[in-house]
């Protein structure tokens, strides 16, 4: 698909609307009727997903955010290439390498850090909805919970990416602390370098 289309404009499969509209009657069963503030990857597929998900439209409050992404690829229609370069980056690691023409995912935890910050700052906003729903990708979200939990690259390296339509939910416990709802399949060991690992 890559050859002929660029990521951002790549449109939701049946499969993907069947996904998506499964994860809505989990996540309007989570939020009940409570307001929620969505941010949305500008991707089309994403905001596909968004309205396939069905959310009471009282009850949300929903902005196009540049910085949740997916990660640029660069430029994919040489398949030979994307080979090559696929190859790299498993050798290499997925933090760190930085696809030609596109970016590391070092540099998608750097733009998640920034739209972090932000985050922060609207939450004390008087009327800020009580729940917050990011519309983005399986990368992304894997480095918005490693900027959030503060997870090292070793640790972030072992985990995989969640399936298309699948969902994870930070619960505030009692101690004030968020925890994941479940936590992301492990492919390996963290192999860490030293005392952060």
């Known amino acids: ?3 002929r289309e660029p990521d951002h404009a790549l449109a939701l499969t049946e499969t ?3 996904q998506a509209e499964e994860a809505g009657k989990g996540l309007r069963e989570l939020f009940g009727q409570e307001r929620i503030s969505v941010y949305v990857s500008p991707y089309r597929r994403t905001h596909e997903t968004f309205q396939a998900l069905r959310l009471d439209p009282q009850q949300v409050r929903v902005r196009e955010e540049p910085r949740l992404r997916e990660q640029d690829w660069g430029n ?3 398949r030979d290439d994307i080979r090559l370069q696929k190859a790299y980056r498993d050798a290499y690691g ?3 390498y ?3 023409q596109g970016e590391s995912g070092a540099d998608v935890y750097d733009r998640v850090g920034s739209f972090l910050e932000s985050l922060y700052r609207s939450f004390e906003a008087p009327d800020h909805p009580p729940n917050v729903l990011l519309v983005t990708h399986g990368l992304t979200m894997r480095l918005f919970c490693m900027r959030w939990f503060h997870w090292s690259v070793a640790e972030f390296e072992c985990l995989s990416n969640p399936g298309n339509g699948e969902t994870r939910a930070l619960l505030l416990g009692e101690n004030g602390r968020y ?3 479940r936590p992301f399949e492990r492919w390996r060991e963290p192999e860490p370098y030293g005392i952060t690992g």
Do not use: V
Request: net charge neutral; glycine share 6%; no cysteine.
């Open 16 to 18: 993907g609307l069947r």
């Open 94 to 96: 997925h933090f760190f």
């Open 98 to 100: 930085r696809f030609a």
């Open 1 to 3: 698909m890559y050859e």
């Open 179 to 181: 925890r994941l709802d």
């Open 76 to 78: 994919w229609q040489d």
